[in-house]
C-alpha cells in the first residue's frame, strides 16, 4: 500500500472530447494540487509538444488511439499499442497504483477486465456517479451506463460495493442503499426492481427501500442502485434538465430592461449556483469490481474535470477502496459498519 | 359524433389530493372557457354544498371512493357504487362523451377497460402526457407509468397510437417517432430497445430512431416512446430537476441585498417561464386504446389543471380520437399521413 504522497497516476491523453490539450493542463492542476506523481500517456507526436515546460511529469508513449465510437471490446484487443491499453499495462505491472481516461468508457471498462482482471466474486464491474445534494452533499450512483442489461443479483452486488465507496470514499458510516423505481412503496417497479427489492432486504447493506428520481438530491440515501440502462437515461434527463432551464432563463430573462439589470447583478450568484450542480466538480468516479483503481472521466472532460477525476483516482488509492470491495464480497458482513483494516487481502498487492 | 357546442363531459369530484374543492372550481372554470355541458360526479355530501350556486352543472351521486393507494382492480370490482366507476358507466351508457379524474390512475385504468372495453387489438391502454419544447411547441410522451411491464410488441402499439394523438390533436401532419433510448445510435438502450427499434422500422410509422432524455425538449421528435417504467422514473427526474433549481435559486439569490434586488425585479418574467413548463398547463392527457374518452389528471391537480384536463378531454372528443386510433390500429398504412374520415368506424358511435 502506498502512502498519499507517492501515489503514481497514469493519465490517458488521447481519450475526451478536448484531448490532448485539456486532459495535459488538467494533470498538471492535479500535480498542483494533490502533488500526486503523474505519467501521461499519449502519442508522442501529439502530447511531448505539451510536456516540454513541465520536467515533473513522466512521458509513456502509445502507438494508436481508441476512438469513441470504435466497439469497445474489438479495439481493445486489436489495438494492443493503444493509450487505453498502454495505461491498464501500468497499472497490472505495478508501475502506477490507478489510471484515468476520458475516453472509449466501454474500452477503459475491457482494457481493465482483460489486463487487470475482476475482483474475486464480481460477475460484472459497474461505474457510478456521486451528484450533489440540496443540503451540499453528495450521493453515489450506480450504475451509470456501462451495464446496461442487468438482472437482480447484479444490482445486489452493485449495492454492495457502492456500500463500500459511500463508506470509504464519501465518509458514511453506515451508508443508506437505496433502489431507484417509479415510487417508494415496496410494490412498484417493474419485475426487475421488484425482484431486486426482495433480495436487497437479505443482502446485508442499510437497504431503506425505492427511492423516486427527484429524492436523489435531497440526500435522503447515500447510495443509489439502478440497472446501467435506467441509470444513464435518468441521469442524462436531470442533467439535461438543468441545461435546457438555465438555457430558456438565460435567453429569455435579459429581453426586458429590467431583466437585463437583474441579470447583471444576479450572474455572479447563479454561476456560483451552477458551478454546485456541475458534473465535472466531480469529474469521475472508479470502475468498482476491477482489481485495481481505474477512473472513468466524463468524455467532455475539461481541464478541471481531469484533475478531480485523479483526485478521486488518488483517494480510492488512499483508501484501500479495492481491498476494501474484496472485503466486502467475501464477507457479506462487512457492509453493515466500520470494520479493521485487511492488511494481506488477496488483492491489496 | 357530437359537435363541439354539446360534448358532455362526467368529472370526478372526488379524485386527487384537492378533491373535491378544487375539483369543482376547475369545473367551473372549464365550463365557462369550453362551453361543455358538465356532469360533477361524488358523494352527496361532499359535493352538492358546493354546486348551489352552479344551478348549470349537472350532479349524479356515488356511494364510495376509490382512495388513492386502494389496490386498482379490487377496489373497482369491490366498489361499484365509487366515483370514478360511476363515471365510467355513465361513459358506456352513452349519457356522456367523455370522463375526467385525478383518482387512483390505475383505478381509472380498470374501470374504463372492464367497463368501456379496450379498442380491437389493444393489447394494453396506454397513458401519455405533454411535454413542453424549447422552442414553445410540444412533444407527446408515452406510457408515463400505465404499462410498467411491456414487450416490443406493445412499445410499437404505444407508437401507432402516440402517431394518430401527435396527428389528431397536437396537429402534426406526419409526427416524427422516436424511442426513449441512452443514446442515439441504433445499437445503443438495453434489449427492450434494441428488439423494439428493430420493429418499429416496420411499424409504418415515421420511426426517426432512439433519443435521449435531453433531446425530447429539442423538438426534435413529436412522439417519444417508452415503457411505462422507464417513463415514469425520466418524467419524474425531469419534473423533479427543475423543481430543485427553482428551489435552489429562491433560496439562494435573496441572501445578498443585490440578490434580493434583482429577485425582485426578474421574479414575475421567472414566474411566466416556469408556467411554460408546468404540468398543470397540461393538466392531464387521455388513456390510449380505451373504447371511448377517459383522460387521467395529475392526482396533485389545482382547479386549473382539472380545467386543462377537461379541455384535453373535449379535444379528443371533438377530433374523433378514439375512431382515428381504432382506424390506424386496423389499417397500418394510416399513420402515414392524413386520410379521409371513416364515417362508419366500428367504434365512433
Known sequence: MTTAGTVRIAVDAMGGDRAPGAIVEGVIEARKAYGARMVVVGLPEAVQPLLRNHPGLDFVGASEVIEVDDPPLESVRAKRGASINVCARLARQGDVDAWVSAGNSGAVMAAALLLQGRLRGVERPALGAVFPTLAGGAVYYLDVGINVDCGPALLCQFARMGAVYAREILGRDRPRIALLSNGSEPGKGDWLRREAYARLQQTGVNFIGNIEGPEIFT???????????????????????????????????????????????????????RARFDWREHGGAPLLGINGVVVVAHGRSD???????????????????????????????????????????????
Open 219 to 273: 440526500g435522503k440515501a447515500d447510495v443509489v442502485v439502478t440497472d446501467g440502462f435506467l441509470g444513464n437515461v435518468a441521469a442524462k434527463m436531470a442533467e439535461g434538465t438543468a441545461e435546457f432551464l438555465f438555457q430558456v432563463l438565460r435567453e429569455e430573462i435579459p429581453r426586458t430592461w429590467t431583466g437585463k439589470l437583474a441579470g447583471l447583478l444576479v450572474r455572479p450568484r447563479v454561476q456560483q449556483i
Open 303 to 349: 481541464a478541471h474535470a481531469i484533475a478531480s477525476a485523479i483526485r478521486a483516482a488518488r483517494d480510492a488509492v488512499t483508501g484501500a477502496l479495492v481491498a476494501r470491495i474484496q472485503d466486502s464480497l467475501l464477507d457479506q458482513s462487512t457492509t453493515e459498519g466500520p470494520r479493521a483494516t485487511q492488511e494481506n487481502s488477496p488483492v491489496s498487492q
